[in-house]
């Protein structure tokens, strides 16, 4: 394989996007933790209005699902939190081992991490903040406390760099073509 500046000439441009965007994902989630930590309030109050469904409609037989525990509502913060932390050094780590990797040409571990990150945040948003949040807890019928937009734009951005770090050709490899058939 010819090798240009460090980097594999085939799917050179496929891995310099795999790359930049597992950091864009890494930097994002990153900086979403250091506010949830450096502004712990704004954030817990969010978690506590959805999981005390004190502003949606307050249908009798949706209630039954709040939450107002504030001890059990702060713990799902923190292991919120704890989640996006984890979630931003795995794509810290995915970003560096695609920029190492690419100079050796050794890019398999860093799809794999990266795919291991992306996951985690596709299960936050999709499952946490979409399914549990949004449906469970109606989030979507809170004006004010309702993050399924914000949820929705998260889980699309990871889908897609997911998708991209998967096209044949991000590993550096070219796509592996069908066996010509036999006559």
Same mark, same amino acid.
């Given at each position: 394989?010819?090798?240009?500046?460090? +980097?594999?000439?085939?799917?050179?441009?496929?891995?310099?996007? $795999?790359?930049?965007?597992?950091?864009?994902?890494?930097?994002?989630?990153?900086?979403?933790?250091?506010?949830? #930590?450096? &502004?712990?309030?704004?954030?817990?109050?969010?978690?506590?209005?959805?999981?005390?469904?004190?502003?949606?409609?307050? &249908?009798?037989?949706?209630?039954?699902?709040? #939450?107002?525990?504030?001890?059990?509502?702060?713990? !799902?913060?923190?292991? +919120? #939190? !704890?989640?996006?932390?984890?979630?931003?050094?795995?794509?810290?780590? !995915?970003?560096?081992?695609?920029?190492?990797?690419?100079?050796?040409?050794?890019? &398999?571990?860093?799809?794999?991490? !990266?795919?291991?990150?992306?996951?985690?945040?596709?299960?936050?948003?999709?499952?946490?903040?979409?399914?549990?949040?949004?449906?469970?807890?109606?989030?979507?019928?809170?004006?004010?406390?309702?993050?399924?937009?914000?949820?929705?734009?998260?889980?699309?951005? $990871?889908?897609?760099?997911?998708?991209? #770090?998967?096209?044949?050709?991000?590993?550096?490899?070219?796509?592996?073509?069908?066996?010509?058939?036999?006559?």
């Amino acid at each position: 394989m010819r090798v240009r500046g460090g +980097i594999p000439a085939t799917g050179t441009g496929l891995t310099s996007a $795999a790359a930049v965007l597992t950091g864009t994902v890494a930097l994002y989630v990153a900086l979403v933790v250091f506010g949830n #930590i450096t &502004d712990f309030g704004t954030n817990q109050q969010y978690v506590r209005h959805v999981l005390a469904m004190d502003t949606t409609f307050r &249908d009798p037989d949706l209630m039954w699902r709040a #939450i107002t525990s504030h001890t059990v509502q702060d713990a !799902a913060y923190v292991a +919120i #939190i !704890a989640w996006e932390l984890v979630a931003a050094v795995v794509l810290v780590a !995915a970003t560096v081992l695609w920029v190492v990797g690419a100079r050796r040409g050794e890019l &398999d571990r860093a799809r794999r991490v !990266a795919t291991a990150g992306l996951l985690m945040m596709l299960v936050l948003f999709g499952a946490g903040f979409l399914a549990i949040g949004g449906e469970w807890f109606a989030m979507w019928q809170s004006k004010q406390w309702n993050g399924v937009e914000a949820a929705v734009r998260n889980f699309t951005v $990871a889908g897609i760099v997911l998708l991209v #770090i998967h096209l044949p050709g991000a590993t550096g490899r070219p796509r592996e073509t069908a066996p010509e058939p036999s006559a």
